[in-house]
């Protein structure tokens, strides 16, 4: 299982950047896609998840708002569409997949609530 996220790149604050996932593998699915990011000296958190059967999706309060996470039209990949980008939006941000859903926003928000993580790819803001 690969999991190929890009997009990341240098952007202006109050510009914007879209990111993609790509998940492949043999006969690979999956129940939810997640965005995590990490920034320089902190934890990484959450950012935004969608559920591959009906699309729900879920979103930090710290991009809600400003970003919106779809499925593509290609199988299994999900993009992040990020708008109005603020500094505090720099880190490295990661796609997930997780195998298994649950009832409850929480859920989606957890790191262990994924299980295959790609490689991350670098979005810097400045202001």
């Known amino acids: 299982v690969q999991l190929q996220a890009s997009g990341g790149g240098l952007v202006q604050a109050g510009g914007s950047l879209r990111l993609s996932c790509a998940a492949s593998?043999?006969?690979?699915?999956?129940?939810?896609m997640g965005w995590f990011r990490q920034a320089p000296g902190r934890e990484r958190e959450f950012v935004a998840a969608?559920?591959?059967?009906?699309?729900?999706?879920y979103y930090a309060d710290s991009v809600k708002g400003r970003s919106t996470i779809s499925r593509g039209s290609v199988k299994n990949t999900v993009y992040l569409q990020m708008n109005s980008l603020k500094p505090e939006d720099t880190a490295v941000y990661y796609c997930?997949?997780?195998?298994?859903?649950?009832?409850?926003?929480?859920?989606?928000?957890?790191?262990?609530?994924?299980?295959?993580w790609g490689q991350g790819t670098l979005v810097t803001v400045s202001s």
């Open positions: 593998g043999r006969t690979f699915s999956f129940y939810a």
């Open positions: 997930a997949t997780s195998q298994q859903g649950a009832i409850g926003t929480i859920y989606y928000t957890r790191e262990s609530s994924y299980d295959y």
């Open positions: 969608i559920k591959q059967n009906d699309g729900s999706t």
